[in-house]
């Protein structure tokens, strides 16, 4: 048997529990995945309070859109990954009926790659969600070259470190927005060339301040909400931004700037083999090299995950919550 977290009512962290169910065979072209770890990202915790936009059938549903383990066994069909592989899942689209808060999980042979020598099983529990949304976003979406000047809010978050040591893996000059002047030191050990906190400083003067009045070239906004507008003030004309988050979700209008303005959606890339080849080259060269080092916050057990979900939504900025199985 297996244990699988579920949720049979939206609502806060404590919906989550544990249930017993048989080990799930892996289809033709499926591999089986023991997940020895996975993380917590705020999507999960959208969708366990029926706030997220995809839909969620309950009772029963699932959660987890990433993690890693080993593979455990193979359909027919599937070549070039064997039992006993250290791999990171690199896309749960159907997280709500296949999620990854699991200890076995049935996926496409497609949807895992090798796991990076040189992370451990928390770390890389922790590096896909946040790096490939990071990369996909900067490199693959907003053509990110080195030298542009990348103002990224929710810096101190998951995805907003991991735009941190992109923008350096790549050249770029990443502005880190926090609300938050306490984190600054933290921001800047992290690869920000330059922190704005929003509870200190004006965000547009800080902006041209620091790009000599020119603006940024390239805004990743991870919340949404009333403060886009803010942030595209801070644009240069002919900017890109790229709209990733949904931290903030009061409602609001596409800019009407000067600017290319995209919305993004991880998995417009994750289940595009072509680009995860690229987003896995990225990574593991960033790995390889110091460059891309996740942070993991807290660690816990299966059984904690409802505390887990309770770290996540405290959001303290820490480092990913981890859940080892
Ligand atoms: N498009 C995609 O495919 C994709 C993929 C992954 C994640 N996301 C989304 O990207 C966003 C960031 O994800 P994450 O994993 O980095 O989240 P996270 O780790 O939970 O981010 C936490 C940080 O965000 C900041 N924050 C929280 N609420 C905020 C608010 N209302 N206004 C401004 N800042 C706020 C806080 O930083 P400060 O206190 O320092 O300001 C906090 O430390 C989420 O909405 C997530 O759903 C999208």
Do not use: C
């Not at 159907?94 to 040189?118: F, H, M, Q, W």
């Not at 030191?185 to 906190?197: D, H």
């Not at 289940?271 to 816990?300: C, H, I, N, Q, Y």
């Not at 057990?301 to 996540?312: G, K, N, P, T, Y």
């Amino acid at each position: 048997m297996a244990r699988v977290v579920v949720f049979d009512q939206f609502g806060g962290p404590d919906v989550l529990h544990i249930i017993d169910e048989p080990v799930p065979q892996p289809a033709a072209g499926e591999v089986r995945v023991r997940v020895e770890a996975f993380a917590v990202n705020p999507l999960d915790a959208m969708m366990r309070a029926g706030s997220s936009p995809a839909p969620v059938s309950l009772p029963g549903a699932r959660l987890g859109v990433e993690g890693t383990g080993t593979i455990d066994a193979v359909g027919s069909g599937v070549t070039g990954v064997q039992p006993g592989d250290p791999i990171i899942i690199t896309a749960v689209p159907d997280a709500a009926v296949n999620g990854s808060y699991a200890e076995y999980l049935t996926v496409p042979a497609s949807r895992v790659i090798p796991r990076p020598a040189g992370l451990d099983v928390r770390q890389a529990a922790a590096i896909w969600v946040a790096y490939s949304t990071a990369y996909g976003a900067l490199v693959e979406k907003a053509g990110m070259r080195p030298g542009d000047r990348v103002l990224v809010n929710a810096a101190s978050g998951g995805v907003g470190r991991a735009a941190i040591q992109v923008a350096n893996q790549v050249g770029a000059v990443p502005i880190a927005v926090t609300r938050n002047a306490t984190k600054e030191a933290e921001l800047l050990s992290f690869g920000a060339a330059s922190v704005i906190a929003t509870d200190r400083e004006d965000l547009l003067e800080a902006v041209l301040d620091f790009t000599g009045g020119s603006g940024a070239d390239i805004v990743l906004d991870l919340v949404n909400g009333p403060g886009q507008r803010e942030l595209v003030t801070a644009a240069r004309p002919d900017a890109v931004m790229v709209a990733a988050g949904f931290l903030d979700l009061r409602p609001t209008t596409p800019p009407e700037a000067p600017l290319t303005f995209h919305r993004y959606r991880g998995f417009e890339h994750t289940l595009d083999s072509a680009v995860v080849r690229r987003m896995a080259a990225f990574m593991e060269a960033g790995v390889r090299l110091g460059s891309l080092v996740p942070t993991v916050g807290t660690v816990l057990s299966m059984d904690d995950v409802a505390e887990a979900h309770r770290q996540l939504e405290a959001g303290t900025g820490a480092g990913k919550t981890v859940v080892v199985i």
